[in-house]
């Protein structure tokens, strides 16, 4: 935050009495020239109901909530799709990403309160259904065999679908194993290897903690155990993951790049802490500031938000190599420019016919919309 802005704050809350909301409410309007998207932080493809759900976590205090809101695609001509926003709800500030089962369930997050909220979802409707305590500060969130998983500060939090917890998982333990490098400090994002019951979980210090799911144990943290200066660049500021078959991606943000790891490796892995070298597939450069990474089955891409760079990065899943960097500013595209680009969803819609990339910009306050197939920008929201 800004000298600036921080200075704005303390005057404008000093200025409030203590009675009165200090920032206005959220507009509720769904029309694209009044509708708000407080710093979209998370957004989500509902293909089976031809929609985006976008969550806006007002981490810059425009208003007194955030918002999750639907948007309707129609991708008829998959060059110029056209959103149309159907629902609004307010929401609590700061939230995290977001889970969706794929059906009608959505779990999402809040650092305000250090809750997880579950709505239930359909066609251009949106409704708070269950309300759950979960850890401090939770950010990551997961959808796994009928239980929810949620990363808040040191632990893993493990829910029913009703939000009634079931277990929380230690991530501090690893240190009473005899582990360097097991700090757990802002733990982020979580994947999940549903074959195996496997949780990877990201570390903005350069560590990826692994948990099975069957055990609800911590089994290893990857990171740099062996220094190795001069060698092979060590994973630093992990950010975003996703896991995909056998291989794990991380973003990382010292040097901006991508870490491919091989995750069948893992099991063979002695002792707990496993070297990253050990596992390592590749080492892919991106731009500045990478943090959302998902991948694209059908045209076996991966794409990566570069939030420094108002970019997209796209790597080859054959050749583990950035084949394109797709730019979000209005001088190339044509659309209002996508400023501090954060998470990544991507989805078929017109009945199947046409992959979409979405992208959500936490400081333009805007979505764009890039073709999987052409590589191009062809819509933004609002």
Do not use: W
Request: aromatic letters at 6%.
């Amino acid at each position: 935050m800004t000298l600036k802005k921080t200075i704005f704050l303390f005057l404008l809350c000093t200025s409030c009495a203590s009675n009165q909301n200090i920032f206005p409410d959220l507009p509720t309007a769904l029309d694209s020239a009044h509708i708000a998207l407080p710093n979209p932080i998370s957004v989500v493809a509902d293909t089976a109901n031809e929609q985006i759900i976008l969550v806006n976590s007002n981490v810059d205090f425009f208003y007194e909530n955030g918002s999750i809101i639907t948007i309707s695609v129609d991708a008829t001509d998959p060059n110029a799709p056209v959103l149309t926003a159907t629902d609004l709800v307010t929401t609590p500030r700061y939230a995290g990403t977001a889970a969706f089962d794929g059906a009608a369930s959505l779990y999402v997050p809040f650092r305000e309160n250090d809750q997880l909220i579950k709505y239930t979802v359909g066609t251009g409707t949106i409704d708070q259904t269950a309300t759950g305590t979960v850890g401090k500060n939770p950010f990551g969130t997961a959808v796994h065999n009928g239980e929810v998983l949620v990363v808040s500060d040191k632990e893993l939090n493990i829910l029913d679908t009703d939000l009634n917890s079931l277990t929380d998982i230690d991530l501090t333990s690893a240190s009473d194993s005899g582990v360097r490098k097991a700090s757990t400090k802002y733990v982020e994002n979580i994947a999940v290897d549903t074959t195996n019951d496997r949780a990877f979980i990201s570390n903005r210090k350069g560590k990826i903690i692994i948990v099975d799911l069957d055990t609800n144990t911590l089994t290893h943290v990857v990171s740099d155990s062996t220094p190795n200066p001069g060698g092979t660049q060590e994973p630093l500021n992990t950010r975003g993951i996703l896991f995909d078959d056998h291989f794990i991606y991380s973003t990382d943000g010292s040097p901006p790049s991508v870490f491919v790891f091989d995750a069948d490796l893992v099991d063979d892995a002695d002792p707990l802490e496993i070297d990253d070298a050990d596992i390592l597939v590749k080492l892919i450069d991106v731009e500045l500031n990478p943090n959302g990474i998902v991948i694209n089955t059908n045209t076996n891409r991966a794409f990566v938000a570069n939030s420094s760079d108002k970019s997209i990065s796209v790597i080859d899943l054959t050749l583990l190599e950035e084949i394109q960097r797709i730019s979000l500013k209005e001088a190339d595209t044509g659309f209002e420019t996508g400023s501090q680009p954060f998470a990544l969803a991507t989805g078929a819609f017109n009945g199947g016919a046409t992959e979409l990339v979405l992208v959500a910009n936490i400081d333009s306050n805007n979505i764009t919309v890039i073709n999987a197939g052409t590589l191009q920008v062809v819509a933004s929201f609002p």
